[in-house]
């Protein structure tokens, strides 16, 4: 890594402060430290915003839960209300990389995390998203890559925790200029859908506050595929979330991870599913509206078969 | 209290403190000086540092390393190279193999990925922590018994997460060692007799691996 | 140097160790982290090594200017791995090197050296490679090189003569050693000479490797190797790191330790080449193969050997490997591409000529309706296989198991596949050791092997203790110094076969030699202390050499593989591993068991997750890092259940190697049996088994 200075922020205000002068906030680092090896950023200081109070808390409310940005992944894996009240953030988060890297891995972190495409992680390739001319992947190794994109760039958002929250509904809140800011998680990503260079909506100086997940669907699922049983990214994630009466949809979220810049939703596929009781037939319905239009690169049409099935698999889920 | 202030943890506010010592002469001076260590308390807490190397104290299996360190030094690299804890191993340096993993406050990490002037005034424990006086541990022995190490080079990683696994759960199921260790690499492929040292040193029933001599006839 | 004993040796047939287990000896410094690797080695004054690397697959360089990277404080030393205009050839080739008193300032270093070079043409796929237009890697040679071609029989006769033949191409990947340790090594000068600390599998390669251009005489130069963390063929020879290190030692006037990344491991030091098999097969009505046509062309980067002394690792391999059959046609090209070299990597060839063989030898029981294991033990020449089939189907319930491909009801289909592995072992007669029995009974074995994790150091003392009547824990073992008497290099599967008649031998030595001295007749076990304390002042060192009779050539093996397919998403999921290997005499179980685990799980790896993917467009390596070059993960692996043949008349053999040949192909054609279509690619990806299904197109599930 290159040589950089370090302070801690002890308030939001001051974090934003600090970080104004070509500074990166750094709160679990398993991102950035990452970056930082590569020399793919080149920060002058990083922002320790740990310290920060009020964000390491999962709070329950009546009508909405709200977990602070500094909560770490471990902590929502091995959270009983969670688990109990958002099955598909659960596996989400019980999927995120290693123990080692849930002990420290913040939501904020999780949501914020840079592309993962290999081009972009190279230290020696100068892909279109890191300002060079050219997306590497669409023409060479995209097998990782995406079936949706509004720009040149084809690397998908890969956060599992988003692809719940996508599910969920739920909202990020943001400092920005000194208020609050609420996002859910397609505005959170729509920068990555439009611009090559950016991989979410954050603008610099953002910070993450915290995630308010609103409590109305009562059944939620998330279900990853990856070459390997653990400690793989996935090829391609799903979650599913409704509320569910006597056995009826409604508000029925589908958010796919690891095929677009933005966790994939599909309105069509969300309304299609309003009032109606799941079985093989209308999960397969949905699928196909979900993936329509999906548009392989020369070697990852595999993830449109893989998707449809992962579709059809969480929604059943919400049966159970 | 029904101070608002007084419900943030370990927040000290000057209504607070004020209600608390009354209003004497003395504790007003007091009240001063005190409010301006609280201020400069907080610009030093906020200082930068670096980028060159500044005074760092790590808490290492119960003993102080007082060490020089600049900001971007991992803890990794500060306990291998800055002193002579050369437990934990680099195998990747990039948080995928588990080799580097140390415990912090019984929390099982990667310290390749953490900055070491992040790890002040916690409790690291590394590989070098764990047998006292020599004597392996339940988690060591189990090891040796079982055969649960090759070259060796991932090991020290590994009986971290399996110590670790077992002060949080010590009747772990099989999906629960599994799922707690998956962070670690190993490359030689004593995986089948990691689970089994796993299940030794918690005591439980060890499912072990077929295996049968047979003469040749 | 004594002559071995006159009267023939012979392992003893009833034992208190050898056949049996004993924990290693090395377990309680490697659980403890006390255990000193190449890269633990230091000390105060001690500086940090690094290479600067290529970062053009091809390119001249026509200037290097290390002046700024002198400049950053801390950095003692920067040197050039060649002087002048030189042509690089991968994406990753050595250029330079500094050494600095911390890592952080030898990678500001890094940074600041300037390169100047001008881009060449470059080809890093196989099929780029062989096109005619394509740039040249070596400039005065084709990319293309001459075949190596063998024929046997009346072969296109042949083919005319059978009543069954399959076709078929098969395709491996190019995989990578990652041990978990990483190629390096400490350097430090003396008045003495050179000491190198190395994580090597081979001390002596890397003192002679050293010892050349250095311009030192071998005595001068000595290697340690206490622990090291793993090699899998690609550690031998000091590579451009050792000489690398010495010098910027040298240079310095300080020790050097220079430890490669994970990164340049994926580069610069060794893989197994790729293949691309097209293969026909012919067979009579009743088995009996009759006709083989193998066509095969792979890429070993820039061509083998190269920086890795152990060598030994082209494109070819044994073909048609295992089987018996009369008219056969073989030919090999090897194909340059803008890559690191390959190096010998566990079993050289073999797993790789294993999946296609026995990929097409199912295609062929399917084509005959005939049970895969019985067309295999029909072919096999080796009858110590064929029990191992047997044995082995047996306790694998093989034939309750076994449908037809595809048949298997349900969305997850099961499957079951088998293959054979050969190899060769035995010792090396150069081996010798030393043994000290010292007044106070306490015995000291000294060997210049190295312990690569597969448990040579308990071997010698399991050996010693036999013969002594001792527990192996009274045995202290030194290992891994080329001040010892030499050893072999921890290759070829060949160190247990070449340590242990050694060992076997010198102590029957200084056993009788202790008794003549002691003046009783058994100073065996009990009456060691009594004996040994009749020696007085001086201890009793005795050395010896490799003895004929305790070991042979030739192993074998079996394994079988279950696996689940999921055919809606394409995943595989291997269920369990069964297999059956011999290694003749076994000397320790507990470790024969392990090596054969770890050969299990590497073959998986090969099978369904490793692959070194180039990019055709930069020409670097895309997945240096254990992110996306993935390595079989503990949640990963099946059931296993294994049998070891003992067979103490055979003397040791040797075991490591075998153990990874035929796991992948086992799990392929499991693959295929479960869903009746042929993945005939490796690694099985979910993509790949769902293009065999016909759910997507085929081109878009292999590598660009």
Redo the contacts between chains.
Sequence with gaps: MKSFQYATALSVDSAQQMVADNGQYIAGGNDLLGLLKEYLVDPKTLVNIKSLPGLDKIEQGKDTWTIGANVTVAQIEDHAGIKECFPGLHWAAWHVGSRQIRNVASVGGNLAQHSRCWYFRHRDVLCLKKDGDTCYARHGENRYHSLFTGNQCISPVVSNLAVAFAALDAVAVVQREGKPVSMKMAEFYADAFTSPTAHNALKPGDLILRVEIPAVRNRSHYIQASDKQEFDWALVSCAAAAKVTDGKLSQARIALGCISPVPHQVDAANEFLEGKTLDDATASQAADLVLKNAKPHGHNEYKIPLAHTLIRRTLLKLNA | MNDPDSKKAGFFSRRSFLKSIGTTAVAGAAVQAQAVADELEKVNAEKTIGPGAVPVTLTVNGKQLKLQLEPRVTLLDALRNYSSLTGSKEGCDRGTCGACTVMINDVPVYSCMKLAIEVQGQEITTIEGLAQDGKLTAVQQAFMDRDALMCGYCTPGFVMSVTALLKKNFRPTADDVRHACVGNICRCGTYPRIMEAAFQAAGVPVPTSKTEVIRYA | MPDTPAPKLSWPAETKYI?HST??I???P????????A??I?AEGWL?GMILRS?WPAAKITAVNLEPALKIPGIKAAILVKEGERVVHF?GEEIAAVAGA???AC??AL?AIEVTAEPLGFAVRENDAKKDDSPHVWADAPNVGTPKSTEKGQVDQAFGECDAVVEGFFTTQVAIH?????HGNSASWTDDGLTCWASTQGITSVRDGLAGPLKLDHSKVRVITD????G?GAKFGPGPHGLLAARLSREAKAPVRL?L??FDQALAVGNRPSSFQKIKLGAKSDGTLHAYDLDNYGTSGLGTGGTSAGGGSGIDFPAPYIYRIPNTRVKHTSVATNAGPSSAFRAPGNPTASFGMESIMDELAVKLGMDPVELRIKNDPSE?RQ?EYK?GAERFGWKDKYKKPGSSPGVVKTGIGCAGSTWGGGGSNKTQAEVQINPDGSVEVRMGVQD????TRTVLAVIAAEVFGLTPEQITVRVGDTHFPPGPGSGGSTTCASVSPTLFATCTDALAQLQTQAGVTDAKGDNWTAACKKLGVNPLVVQGKFAQGLSSRGTGGVQFAEVEVDT????V?VKKIAGVH?CGL?VN???T??QI??????GMGYA??EER?M????G?V??P????Y????????P?????????PERGVIGIGEPAIIPTASAIANAVANAIGARVNSLPI???KV??ALG???P??????
Excluded: C
């Design positions: 056949s924990h290693r090395d377990a309680p490697k659980l403890k982290g006390e255990a000193r690797y890269s633990d230091q940090y970062k994406y911390t890592k952080s990678l500001d940074k990652h041990p978990m340790e990483t622990y090291m963390g793993g899998f430890m990344t994970r110590i029990k044995l690569v994790g597969t448990g809606e998403t394409g995943l999921t011999d076994i179980k507990i470790t068991e392990s685990y770890g050969g299990m799980i590497m369904l997750y993917v990019d055709w467009q930069s670097v895309l997945n890092n254990f992110e996306t993935k390595l079989t993960g503990l949640s990963d692996i059931e296993f259940d294994l049998v070891l043949l003992n067979m990806t979910p993509a769902l293009a759910k997507v197109p081109s878009t599930a292999t590598a660009s």
